[in-house]
């Protein structure tokens, strides 16, 4: 499972460091980079609703042509989880057909990532977070970027890691708080009730951070009556949600947000600072060195030059 740490070069917000990113992203799926394009733009691509797209891929003169939204560059986290989409969707597109405005399509991608052991950077970056300083007020964005949500991440690195008899798991610590509770909360399921294989799984809309259903609980849904069904919605619309996760809130829980999300919000935030610090470090540190070589450059001509004056003299 690739993780953040497999990424240990500093990114300084440039196409330099994105492509980077986007060279291991590659290695590690074993895709070709002779063969596919990463292109920026800076005003993405619309779709035919009108709606920007970060990402997208096009195949231009037998090689794919990347196009990703520059903006993304001054979020590592999410351009790395847009890359490791898009690498994703154009295997399944090379066998499929996929679309890029398709939400189906869209998901199918985004679990296909935790599938190929991407998933810890795709559900990293399925929520962007941000805050700044605005005249004395502190604005605050949180908006999800994923078709997928934290839960369905969770459950679904549940079920790679016990399909691969990863029991230790030693990449769930790279993981946001949010998805990472709901990881544990479905890996504890699975081994309660684990599946017998993987072609007799039965699909299932029980949310993996709650109580899950087993097969028999599922099959019993499926003869329910309209009315109970309708009945059941209505009872589950009385209770507010976590917007984001779809837990149920509690009393103190603000702004439609669940603790572990409140939690994962300033987890990450810490993270972006302390990524931007090092940033800022870096490149004060190319800028000393930059200034010494200047100095030195300075003497070594100054002390050229008395030199000859004093052998002219001379």
Not at 210 to 219: G, I, M, N
Request: hydrophobic share 40%; glycine share 4%; charged share 25%.
């Amino acid at each position: 499972m690739l993780t953040r740490s497999d990424f240990p070069e500093p990114f300084t917000n440039d196409e330099a460091s994105a492509r980077v990113v986007f060279e291991r992203l590659c290695e590690f799926v074993d895709f070709p980079t002779d063969k596919i394009q990463l292109q920026f733009w800076n005003i993405a691509p619309r779709a035919s609703d009108g709606a920007v797209h970060f990402v997208s891929h096009e195949v231009v003169d037998d090689r794919i042509r990347i196009d990703l939204n520059a903006a993304l560059l001054h979020e590592p986290v999410g351009l790395t989880a847009a890359l490791a989409s898009e690498l994703a969707r154009i295997r399944l597109d090379a066998r499929h057909g996929m679309s890029n405005e398709d939400d189906d399509d869209e998901m199918l991608a985004e679990l296909f990532t935790v599938m190929l052991g991407l998933g810890v950077l795709t559900s990293n970056g399925a929520i962007f977070e941000s805050t700044r300083d605005d005249g004395g007020w502190t604005r605050w964005e949180m908006r999800q970027r994923s078709q997928m949500t934290l839960p369905t991440y969770g459950y679904a690195l549940a079920l790679f890691a016990h399909l691969r008899g990863d029991i230790q798991c030693a990449w769930q610590r790279h993981l946001r708080l949010d998805v990472r509770t709901a990881f544990r909360r479905s890996v504890k399921f699975l081994n309660d009730f684990p599946p017998s294989s993987l072609d007799g799984l039965w699909p299932t809309t029980a949310r993996p951070t709650t109580s899950l259903r087993t097969e028999d609980d599922v099959a019993a849904d499926q003869t329910d009556s309209a009315d109970q069904r309708r009945s059941q919605a209505s009872q589950e619309q009385s209770v507010p949600l976590c917007r984001y996760c779809g837990e149920a809130l509690f009393a103190d829980d603000q702004r439609d947000i669940c603790i572990e999300c409140r939690k994962s919000i300033e987890e990450n935030e810490l993270e972006m600072e302390s990524d931007e610090a090092n940033a800022y470090a870096t490149t004060r540190r190319a800028e000393a060195f930059a200034k010494i070589g200047c100095l030195t450059v300075a003497i070594v001509f100054i002390a050229i030059l008395v030199w000859a004056v004093i052998r002219d003299s001379s």
